[in-house]
T-cell receptor
């Protein structure tokens, strides 16, 4: 089975530009999570969805961040406008259950905002 | 904070030696999970141990859980250079629907 697929793997853009990160979860997984990883703060949960519905977005740092899940096989995380402090690795993960089943991670998008 | 601590932050050993990493937490858990992250890759699930379990094994991995001390340990026996990675514990706290990840232990296994 294919794992979680994220695109792009790397993104370099200038401050102020819109950035869109994409994720395809594993088929049959009802939960989808977006995380951000930095050296300083470690792995932070930004938002998660259950059956395509956003459940908790309290980790989204600012209104510049938004996430959607239009169907069970696709989700996006958008940053508009982007800032240098948004530079990080962004991971998408999916699971059959929120906490009682393992989470399966994509290989992440390494985002650099210049 | 529910995060607790992981220690050590970094561990350097020789191939063939055992590696032990520890994870502590502050509030009650439903389960605790260990993940591995190789450089430039996503996290990979290793073992899940439930709050009513004390020990689990998977190949060269052994995980223990002591709920009275609110701590868990991951033991990798007979380590190999390929075990070089960061290892994270993730706590599933009771009453919550998401995992809380620690900052991890960076393990370096030298040939």
């Amino acid at each position: 089975d294919a794992g979680v697929i994220q695109s792009p793997r790397h993104e370099v853009t200038e401050m102020g530009q819109e950035v869109t990160l994409r994720c395809k979860p594993i088929s049959g997984h009802d939960y989808l999570f977006w995380y951000r990883q930095t050296m300083m703060r470690g792995l932070e949960l930004l938002i998660y969805f259950n059956n395509n519905v956003p459940i908790d977005d309290s980790g989204m740092p600012e209104d510049r961040f938004s996430a959607k899940m239009p169907n069970a096989s696709f989700s996006t995380l958008k940053i508009q406008p982007s800032e240098p402090r948004d530079s990080a690795v962004y991971f998408c993960a999916s699971s059959r259950d929120g906490i009682t089943q393992p989470q399966h991670f994509g290989d992440g998008t390494r985002l650099s905002i210049l | 904070s529910q995060q607790g601590e992981e220690d050590p932050q970094a561990l350097s050993i020789q191939e063939g030696e055992n590696a032990t990493m520890n994870c502590s937490y502050k509030t009650s858990i439903n389960n605790l999970q260990w993940y591995r992250q190789n450089s430039g890759r996503g996290l990979v699930h290793l073992i899940l141990i439930r709050s009513n379990e004390r020990e689990k094994h998977s190949g060269r991995l052994r995980v223990t859980l002591d709920t009275s001390k609110k701590s868990s340990s991951l033991l990798i026996t007979a380590s190999r250079a390929a075990d070089t990675a960061s290892y994270f514990c993730a706590k599933a706290h009771s009453g919550y629907s998401t995992l809380t990840f620690g900052k991890g232990t960076m393990l370096l296994v030298s040939p």
